[in-house]
């Protein structure tokens, strides 16, 4: 049975399905770090991907077209980003109080809206799978990498995207300097406020689209809580990144990886106990929190509310 498991061909398949299962974490991680690079942390991501994943499915399940599914699955994250930056920036709530909230409501509504409108689970034609051509050709390499669709493409493109912005960029720099210190960018002129609601908004937007990428990208099916605290997951992944892209991908990797190992040792009904292997991932991801939370500072405003003045 273990040597099932060592075979060739299924290791190829534990590390393709580890690069595909990647893509909502790193979506969602990605756009989280921004949003608490500026000092605002988001418990809400989770509810907001529910959003991003029903709405999706919702507009490609009537028109067919996986893109416009997309859009709209940005739009109702921004929506959401919108309405945490209100409560948390502009009102001073507590910031995990309210992302909790914002959670809550994208988990009820997307579950009501998917009794209302859909009723039972139904499958559609989402993005179909992306051949790089030679590439996808090459062995082991080619299956491993080159033949997913155009999101889990665009997820791994946004890594080298997203830390060029946050660190080559005057918009970066503004970000980091409020997440670090907003009394001294505020004194040179940077408007806080804006910058945290366009991290919030842009982090919202992104954690849509990783629910999007769910729903029409790698499952074609939406059911209630379907990502069942991936949310959650992603935040954790913006700490064991150390607040980098490249350290978000190595963790959002590090966890598909092990997911997609466990959905593999179920497969070949190997002898070791479901729910252990179920377990198996969520605890690596807690051991090595645990550990990479200890080598990086956090920004120094993080979950701190900015008052003019004050």
């Not at 790193?26 to 991907?49: H, K, P, W, Y």
């Not at 908004?201 to 809580?225: K, P, R, W, Y």
Request: aromatic share 10%.
């Amino acid at each position: 049975m273990i040597d099932d498991l060592l075979s060739l061909s299924v290791l190829i398949g534990i590390a393709h399905s580890g690069v595909r299962l990647a893509t909502p974490y790193l979506f969602a991680a990605l756009g989280e770090t921004f949003a608490q690079r500026s000092g605002v942390l988001n418990l809400g991501v989770d509810g907001i991907m529910l959003m991003g994943a029903f709405i999706a499915f919702y507009v490609v399940f009537h028109t067919g077209n996986p893109w416009l599914g997309v859009a709209a699955a940005l739009g109702v994250g921004a929506l959401m980003g919108l309405l945490m930056a209100l409560v948390s920036v502009t009102f001073k709530a507590e910031q995990g109080i309210s992302g909790i909230g914002l959670h809550l409501l994208g988990l009820g509504l997307s579950s009501l809206l998917f009794k209302t409108l859909i009723g039972s689970v139904q499958s559609v034609q989402g993005f179909s799978e992306l051949q790089i051509p030679i590439l996808s050709t090459l062995p082991v390499i080619g299956p491993i990498f080159f033949d997913h669709n155009i999101l889990v493409y665009l997820a791994y493109l946004l890594v080298p995207i997203a830390a060029f912005v946050l660190h080559r960029t005057p918009f970066g720099l503004k970000v980091r300097a409020v997440g670090q210190n907003p009394e001294a960018a505020d004194s040179v002129g940077v408007r806080v406020n804006r910058v945290r609601y366009s991290t919030v908004v842009l982090g919202a937007a992104m954690a849509g689209l990783a629910g999007a990428s769910l729903s029409i990208g790698l499952l074609n099916i939406f059911q209630e809580n379907m990502t069942n605290g991936l949310g959650f997951i992603a935040v954790a992944l913006v700490y064991f990144g150390g607040w980098r892209p490249v350290g978000v991908l190595l963790g959002a990797l590090l966890f598909s990886t092990v997911n997609a190992l466990q959905l593999w040792i179920q497969v070949l009904s190997l002898p070791i106990p479901s729910d252990l292997a179920v377990m198996l991932p969520y605890v690596l991801t807690i051991v090595a929190l645990a550990f990479a939370v200890r080598q990086v500072r956090q920004p120094a405003a993080l979950t701190k509310p900015y008052e003019r003045g004050g």
